[in-house]
């Protein structure tokens, strides 16, 4: 079952500009993480936030976590083309058999 | 360098074939995973297993079967009781049984066709 959905399904931009992304869950959570998958490829672990945190940075990353609305935003500062990729949200449902859930992703086109 | 490996890259299936995807890490990390991923879409999970000997059905295990023989190892079977396999295929592994503590690595990847 599908835990988190996130918006927009597709995004593109230019480079130099930001990109913002987001993921809406339906039952409490323990933490949220964030992937990034190129075409073709494994997905790879950007940011984890947990369940008591509002904010956290990594680099050009910005992540936000709100439990009252049951969402979280990916920020992506100054994009550039090799941002190109698919990326996930993925959690972990409060008292579920300790594996993650993943949402359908947000398909990133940075334009050169 | 540790990593989790996934063999083959590409896999063409004859209808009615039974067929192994193999995955294989050096991490010594404790839990494995397989999910599928169909075309702009999630991951849906097929099986984990936490332990050696022991594995669990996910969402979506009608038609598949794994075995968890040794730590390393987590080997998918796609029987010909799956209807629909042409697929990405993904293992992951997390240090811990827990993987919101820190999270999945993921294996490349095996495209599956039925051919």
């Known amino acids: 079952s599908q835990q988190g959905e996130e918006d927009p399904q597709a995004l593109s931009i230019q480079e130099g500009e930001n990109a913002t992304m987001n993921c809406s869950y339906k039952t409490s959570i323990n933490n949220l993480q964030w992937y990034r998958q190129n075409s073709g490829r494994g997905l790879v672990h950007l940011i984890l936030i947990r369940s008591n945190e509002r904010e956290k940075h990594s680099g050009r990353l910005r992540v936000t976590l709100d439990t009252s609305k049951k969402s979280s935003s990916l920020l992506i500062t100054a994009s550039r083309a090799a941002d190109t990729a698919s990326y996930f949200c993925?959690?972990?449902?409060?008292?579920?058999?300790?594996?993650?859930?993943f949402g359908s992703g947000t398909q990133l086109t940075v334009l050169p | 360098d540790g990593g989790i490996t996934q063999s083959p890259k590409y896999l063409f299936r004859k209808e009615g074939q039974n067929v192994t995807l193999s995955c294989e890490q050096n991490l010594n990390h404790d839990a494995m995973y397989w999910y599928r991923q169909d075309p702009g879409q999630g991951l849906r999970l097929i099986y984990y297993s936490q332990i050696v000997n022991d594995f669990q059905k996910g969402d979506i295990a009608e038609g598949y079967s794994v075995s968890r023989e040794k730590k390393e190892s987590f080997p998918l079977t796609v029987t010909s009781a799956q209807k629909n396999p042409t697929a990405f295929y993904l293992c992951?592994?997390?240090?811990?049984?827990?993987?919101?503590?820190?999270?999945?690595?993921f294996g490349s990847g095996t495209r599956l066709t039925v051919v």
């Open positions: 993925a959690t972990d449902p409060s008292g579920s058999a300790r594996q993650l859930t």
């Open positions: 992951a592994s997390s240090m811990d049984r827990d993987p919101s503590n820190y999270g999945y690595t």
